[in-house]
């Protein structure tokens, strides 16, 4: 091999070094969102675009000068902040979370805080309540969701509501391969926070939705007992007593749940 072959090698040799050393290492757990594929196949630009027809022309104009502004500060992030934030709420109430969803969690990336990731996760997941999104959008928002909630767990491991939201999460989108695993994580929750009575209301709801009227009452009973001044878990139990007929106890959870809501 001639002198000019071995410096060819040489340089190619420290090119390869440099990439792999410059190059930050993902952490572990962001291997399964890598190997999942891009979360964007459903992205900002075709959400607007879809959007954009339903419209007011004033709120238009409104997100244009918004998208305007960013465009001309998207490098500081002090500046880009508030410009994300009225986003956010502008395509919130045009009833567009998916969108909103992802202004917020632009601001949850910039911020890394608990509260920025659970309220982009929260977004994401009035998405998926929607009736009149599709599927595509449906699924982006599922796994915006479940990134999101991931990550303000990872900020607080202590909080039990994200553990519940992601797993709500998956009740409302379950994974096509395992459409049991948001009602096994509520489960799982009862065995590892048995006092926490928002695990019982929300397992009591999902049973409320397939007429399982005798475990609603079940697990909205324990609720009670855990939380007797909390209104969604007494007025919940009123509603499945007056279709169990259980009218005697109903009009007792009723009256009680009256004295709450005022």
């Known amino acids: ?16 070094l440099l990439t792999y050393l410059g190059c930050p290492v993902r952490p572990p757990e962001m291997e399964e969102g890598f190997k999942r594929g891009p979360l964007e196949a459903t992205g900002l630009e075709s959400l607007i675009r879809a959007a954009r027809a ?31 934030q009225q986003l956010a709420g502008e395509w919130y109430r045009a009833g567009r979370p ?37 599927d595509k959008t449906r699924q982006f928002c599922s796994r915006q969701a479940e990134a999101a909630y991931q990550a303000a767990i990872s900020l607080d491991p202590r909080e039990v509501d994200h553990r519940i939201n992601l797993a709500l999460t998956y009740t409302d989108y379950p994974p096509k391969d395992n459409p ?26 999902l049973s409320i ?35 169990l007929k259980r009218m005697e106890a109903a009009a007792a959870v009723g009256a009680r749940c009256r004295e709450l809501v005022k």
Do not use: H
Request: charge should be negative; hydrophobic fraction near 45%; glycine fraction near 2%.
């Open 180 to 205: 049991m695993k948001g009602i096994l994580q509520l489960r799982e929750l009862v065995e590892n926070y048995p006092d926490n009575p928002r695990v019982y209301i929300s397992l009591a709801q």
């Open 98 to 134: 998916a969108i909103s969803g992802i202004y917020a969690r632009k601001i949850a990336e910039d911020t890394n805080t608990e509260e920025a990731w659970s309220i982009a996760a929260t977004t994401f997941s009035i998405c998926l309540k929607q009736e009149d999104a599709d």
């Open 54 to 84: 339903t419209l007011k022309p004033a709120e238009v104009a409104t997100l244009a000068s918004l998208e305007g502004r960013l465009e001309e500060v998207e490098d500081v992030v002090e500046k880009r902040q508030p410009l994300l």
């Open 209 to 243: 939705r397939t007429n399982q009227w005798e475990n609603a009452a079940k697990r909205l009973e324990k609720a009670v007992e855990l939380a007797p001044d909390n209104p969604d878990a007494v007025c919940n139990l009123a509603r499945v007593y007056e279709t």
């Open 1 to 16: 091999m001639g002198r000019s072959q071995w410096i060819a090698v040489a340089v190619a040799s420290l090119l390869l």
